[in-house]
Each structure stands twice: as structure tokens, then as C-alpha cells.
């Protein structure tokens, strides 16, 4: 079966190699496969109409040839006995209707035993007959002689003949039993193997229907399976193979259409970098501007500040933070989605790291009057700085941005086994549950916060989930509790990259 099924597989794809293949529909194939699959079931059903009525007609024939035959035989008995009780009857009585009648007994034996055909009866049963025929005739012949000439008397032992005569015939009715028995026999062991050869056809036709459509089947979904492929290579932001789809012209037409897809989101993709790319750039020029001439301003190298001039120098600075926040987003997501974000691993502090970064927002923190609550242990990490950098910075931002004026700011680092975890939390109004889900979605923006006049781009989640995710760590949102009731971030990454885990819990 496992040759049979190579040599199939083989001839298909032969099959699928050629041009009349591909030119062909899905519904013209399918139909093609029907058939093709349906004939060992057909040829199955033929043989067994063929063997079935075979057999029928046989049996048929068997039995009103053994019926003829045993009716033959019961027919010239009672000739016997009746041509043996005539003659006796006559040799007493002498009238000539019993020799008549005698007569007649013995030209319907003779008809009866002539009238059976030859392929009706047995060799064996055929000689016993032809013997009978002749020591009757021979018997039937001398009484007539006897009879008509008036000249001799008929023995005793002319009489007695035709009990022998008589014992004959039942030895040839008892041999039409013993064919009839034999016949039905014969007819018992031909059923038998015709049962059996309707199975074996059956177990044969079956399987290997099964297996041409398997074959069938296995061989129009590949090009189906191509095509899911390409759309879920598609769908994972992978526009630069193409998508080359052989088989039925219909599939390859979809083929083609998902092509012109591919090649419409490529340009689509290249030109949304290009936008994010030009316009980061461009805005880091006003914005360098803008940072240089509130430090001129705030150092009072062109006059002295009174109280509330120096108010609004601030919101300018905090107005710089955040646009430069804004645009080193826009610039990271840049990077990540076009290089796909590679580790570049060094062993550092991360509780340096992580303070650094919280003296860098200190003007906000200040203004904002926040009171950040470091439980900090020193830990050396192997990861890739900048990325962690990143993924710190932006959730402390958010916990500006979203936390309360004169509230706390978490920020937890715990060690347990391999991993490292760290909670960034806050006392804002925390994140809705309609917005749960969205968070980590590009583009994405939840509800600004009063306090937070400038929105973001949306892009700090997702570049902190894709960071976590190539270092094998996880990013989870926490419930709130009765100190902390805004947003609660848990981030788990592995102390050394040579240690692979999972990509959340």
C-alpha cells in the first residue's frame, strides 16, 4: 500500500506540473477528483453486480436441472411399477387394454428418459440411465414377442425381471438425491467464495479510495496552504517576499491579488517610515531652538526674570521634555520595525540605570510635586541598555504624565531566580477596562490627562512590549491596590540572555 501510495503521489504531481493543470478551475479539478476517487468504488459495485448475478443464474440453472433431474427419475420409477403391474395383470387376466396400457407405460418411460438432456445428469448417473434403458428395452422387447406371437407363456422369472428392473431405478433415484445433495454443496462453497471476494473488493476498493483522495485533497490544498502563508507572513508586517502561488488558475488569480496586496502594503509600510523618519528630524531642529533659547532665557543672560516669567520658562522646559519624548518615540519605533530590533547586550547596574533616568525627569517630578518611593537593590543585568533605557523611561513618563499632582511614584526592583521584576506605579485614575486590551496596540492613545496638555504618540507601550519581547521577559498590567490606584506595570526580564524565557506571563 505505502508503493502504491508513493507511485500515486508521483503521478500527481506529474500532474500538477503541467500547464492543463494550472489552467484548470478548483471546480473542474474537484469534479476530476470526484471521478477519479469514485472509480474504485464503481468498479467494486460492477464486480460485485457481475459476480452476484453470476452466481444467481447458476444457481437457478442448478436447481432446475437437479429438479428435472429427480423428477425424471421419481417418473420412470412409477413407469416401472406401473408397466410391472399391467403385464402381470394381463399375463392373469389377458385383456388387451393392460397390454395397451403396458405399451403406454413403456413408450413414457422411453420419452421420459430421452427427453433428459445430457448436461442435466451427471457421467455417472448417465450410465446407470443408459443401463436401465437397455435391460428395460431388452425385457420390453421379449414380453412383446411373447405377448403377440401367442405362441409362448411368460416365466415367472419374466415377471421378476422387472423387479430388478424396479430395484434399478431406485439406485437411480437415490444417486439423484446424492447430485442433489452434491449440487447443493457446490452451490453452499460458491456463495462462500463469492462473499468473500465482494469483501476482499471492498477492502481493496475503500483504502484506496481513501488514499486518491487524500492524495487529491493533500495536493489541491498546498497551493491553499501557500496562500494562508503568504497572508500570515503578510499580516506579520513581512511585505519583502513575494508571494508566487502555483495550481488552479483561480487559486493563482488570488495569488496574484494577494502579490498586488503585498507590494500596495510595502509601499504603504515604506512611506509611513519615511513620514515618521522626516518629520522626527525635522522637528528636532525647532525643538533644539526652543530648548536653547529657554536656557538663555532661565539663566538670565539677557536680563533678570521675575517670579512669573521664570513659571512660564518652566512649562517651556517641561514642554521640551516631552516633545523630545515624543519624538525619541517616534524615532525608536523607526529603528525597531526597520532593523526588527537586535539586541546589543553589555552587563550594567540597573538600579543606576534606573535612578538616572528618574534624575532625568526631576523638573517634572518637581513640578508636579510627586514623591517618587524607590525600593531599589543593586543588581547587575546583561541586557541591552539602551533598549531597557527605553522601556524604564517611557513607563516612568506615563506615570507622569497620568499620576496626580503631590501624589507617590513606585518604582520596585525585586530579584527571584532568574528573572528580575520591576513595578513602575502610580496614583492617577488608572486605566479603563475598555482600555486594557488596547494598550499595547500602535497608535494607540488612551485619554490624556489634564494635568498633561500635550498627547502622545501612542508608541511608548508597544516599543516597551517589543523591547521586552526580544529580550525573552514579559510585561504584565496590574490591578490596582489601596496605596497605588492608577496604572500598575510588572516587568519581568531575565538577568542573562543565555537563559531563554518565556515572551509574557
Request: with cysteine.
Amino acid at each position: 500500500m505505502s508503493n502504491l501510495r508513493v507511485r500515486l503521489i508521483s503521478s500527481f504531481n506529474q500532474i500538477l506540473s503541467r500547464r492543463h493543470f494550472r489552467q484548470n478551475s478548483l471546480y473542474k479539478l474537484s469534479l476530476t477528483g470526484l471521478v477519479i476517487i469514485s472509480l474504485p468504488l464503481v468498479f467494486a459495485f460492477i464486480y460485485a453486480l457481475v459476480a452476484i448475478t453470476k452466481h444467481t443464474t447458476l444457481t437457478q440453472q442448478t436447481l432446475i436441472n437437479t429438479i428435472i433431474v429427480t423428477e425424471s427419475n421419481r417418473i420412470i420409477l412409477e413407469r416401472l411399477v406401473s408397466m410391472e403391474r399391467n403385464i402381470r395383470q394381463y399375463q392373469i387376466l389377458k385383456e388387451p387394454d393392460l397390454l395397451k396400457g403396458f405399451q403406454d407405460h413403456h413408450q413414457a418411460f422411453i420419452d421420459t428418459a430421452r427427453n433428459m438432456k445430457s448436461e442435466e445428469v451427471k457421467s455417472e448417473l448417465q450410465a446407470t440411465m443408459n443401463q436401465l434403458l437397455k435391460n428395460e428395452n431388452k425385457l420390453y422387447l421379449l414380453i412383446v414377442k411373447k405377448t403377440t406371437s401367442g405362441q409362448q407363456e411368460l416365466t415367472k422369472n419374466d415377471l421378476n425381471n422387472y423387479a430388478d428392473l424396479t430395484l434399478e431405478a431406485r439406485k437411480l433415484v437415490d444417486k439423484g438425491g446424492i447430485q442433489l445433495r452434491q449440487e447443493a454443496k457446490a452451490l453452499s462453497t460458491a456463495a462462500k467464495q463469492v462473499k468473500n471476494n465482494l469483501i476482499y473488493s471492498i477492502f481493496l476498493a475503500v483504502p484506496l479510495a481513501l488514499t486518491l483522495g487524500l492524495i487529491f485533497v493533500s495536493l489541491l490544498i498546498k497551493p491553499i496552504k501557500h496562500i494562508g502563508y503568504a497572508i500570515r507572513k503578510i499580516g506579520k508586517g513581512n511585505f519583502y517576499q513575494a508571494v508566487n502561488i502555483q495550481g488552479p488558475k483561480d487559486l493563482e488569480a488570488l495569488g496574484k491579488h494577494l502579490e498586488w496586496l503585498r507590494n500596495r502594503l510595502n509601499q504603504l509600510e515604506n512611506d509611513k517610515q519615511n513620514f515618521i523618519k522626516n518629520i522626527s528630524h525635522e522637528l528636532k531642529t525647532p525643538l533644539a531652538t526652543l530648548k536653547e533659547g529657554s536656557s538663555i532665557l532661565q539663566d538670565e543672560i539677557v536680563g533678570e526674570l521675575n517670579q512669573e516669567q521664570q513659571e512660564i520658562i518652566q512649562l517651556m522646559q517641561l514642554g521640551c521634555i516631552q516633545l523630545n519624548s515624543l519624538i525619541e518615540n517616534l524615532l525608536e519605533y523607526q529603528k525597531a520595525i526597520s532593523i526588527q530590533a537586535k539586541l546589543n547586550c553589555s552587563t550594567f547596574d540597573l538600579d543606576l540605570l534606573i535612578k538616572r533616568i528618574i534624575e532625568e525627569y526631576r523638573l517634572i517630578i518637581n513640578t508636579k510635586k510627586i514623591q517618587t518611593k524607590e525600593l531599589l537593590i543593586p543588581v547587575k543585568i546583561q541586557a541591552d541598555r539602551d533598549k531597557v533605557r527605553v522601556i524604564i523611561s517611557n513607563l516612568l513618563s506615563n506615570a507622569l504624565k497620568f499620576g496626580a499632582p503631590n501624589s507617590d511614584l513606585g518604582v520596585t526592583v525585586r530579584k527571584l531566580g532568574i528573572n528580575i521584576y520591576i513595578i513602575i506605579e502610580d496614583q492617577g485614575k488608572g486605566i479603563s477596562t475598555r482600555d486594557q486590551k488596547f494598550i499595547f496596540n500602535e497608535f494607540y492613545q488612551e485619554e490624556s490627562s489634564e494635568s498633561w496638555p500635550v498627547r502622545g504618540s501612542g508608541l511608548g507601550l508597544k516599543l516597551i512590549k517589543d523591547y521586552i519581547k526580544i529580550h525573552h521577559g514579559g510585561i504584565k498590567l496590574l490591578k490596582s491596590n489601596e496605596r497605588y490606584s492608577g496604572a500598575r506595570f510588572l516587568v519581568r526580564l531575565p538577568i542573562t540572555q543565555n537563559v531563554q524565557q518565556g515572551i509574557a506571563e
